[in-house]
């Protein structure tokens, strides 16, 4: 099982010290509301991706704005940074006391922009103690964005921790289970987390990263949803996709095929024919939505 930290400002961290204590991943804390950006993120984000750490990023709801401008800010700023890496996670932390009201409609809205910006997956920050109140259920938040890291500090197993209203526990990705853990690189005491159901993923597919896949698919669902009108005053002269998007298609389908070349050469066994199907798969269920 798989432990590892989520840092702001306010935690002192050798990130060099972490991974050399074989942490795999690290969270950091990057924007909160619609223009607050954590000081340290730039740097601990870029250093974390050039020590091979798998990265997720947060953003701490102000539920009082509207959450598209919350996620413009938040993506903005991790794109000043680097971007989003094929190994990395978006991260909506919803916790703000003084907006419970409206969290669940900033969750909708923020995740609502994230697709619409091409990051149809993510997750959701938050504990029963919040989620409860606010009233923040699965279907407040796009589809690809239902999945749970909990905050639970109580003594339930990981299997047993009371969830918020309409979660599932194949929801649950991770657990903060602690905020007092002593961490190689960290001064002090620091949040600790357990990875419940690896977002990283163990299969070749899931290797290649859900939100990489996720945005490709889309621009292959776009690219063939594109009419052109062959002649405004007629339908039946409408003449399809044009074929500067079938180029466009032809190009990321090109680019998923890179992409699992190089997980090829990359060392291990890769079943192509499992590997097109899922890509088959994949693609026909993106293209019936």
Request: proline residues 5%.
């Amino acid at each position: 099982m798989t432990t590892w930290a989520d840092v702001s400002h306010w935690q002192m961290i050798d990130l060099r010290a972490y991974a050399a204590a074989g942490h795999d991943r690290i969270a950091c804390k990057a924007t909160e509301g619609s223009g607050y950006v954590d000081p340290t993120f730039a740097y601990r984000w870029r250093l974390a991706g050039q020590l091979g750490l798998a990265r997720l990023a947060y953003h701490f709801a102000t539920a009082a704005n509207r959450g598209a401008d919350d996620f413009d800010h938040f993506i903005g700023t991790v794109h000043a940074a680097g971007g989003v890496g094929p190994r990395d996670l978006l991260c909506l932390d919803s916790e703000d006391p003084a907006g419970v009201s409206r969290a669940d409609d900033h969750a909708r809205e923020f995740t609502a922009r994230a697709v619409a910006r091409g990051y149809p997956s993510g997750c959701l920050y938050t504990g029963r103690w919040y989620a409860n109140p606010a009233n923040l259920q699965p279907d407040d938040l796009a589809p690809g964005w239902r999945r749970l890291w909990i905050s639970d500090y109580g003594p339930a197993p990981d299997g047993q921790i009371p969830l918020p209203d309409g979660w599932t526990r194949n929801q649950v990705i991770a657990r903060q289970y602690t905020s007092t853990a002593t961490l190689p690189g960290i001064t002090g005491p620091a949040d600790a987390n357990r990875t419940l159901i690896d977002w990283l993923g163990k299969d070749p597919i899931m290797a290649l990263d859900q939100q990489y896949f996720d945005r490709k698919f889309a621009d292959v669902q776009n690219g063939l949803a594109l009419i052109i009108w062959g002649d405004d005053r007629d339908d039946t002269k409408d003449i399809g996709t044009h074929p500067d998007n079938i180029q466009r298609v032809r190009k990321d389908l090109a680019d998923l095929a890179a992409k699992v070349g190089g997980l090829a050469a990359s060392g291990g066994t890769v079943d192509v024919d499992a590997l097109a199907e899922a890509v088959a798969d994949k693609l026909a269920a993106r293209m019936a939505q």
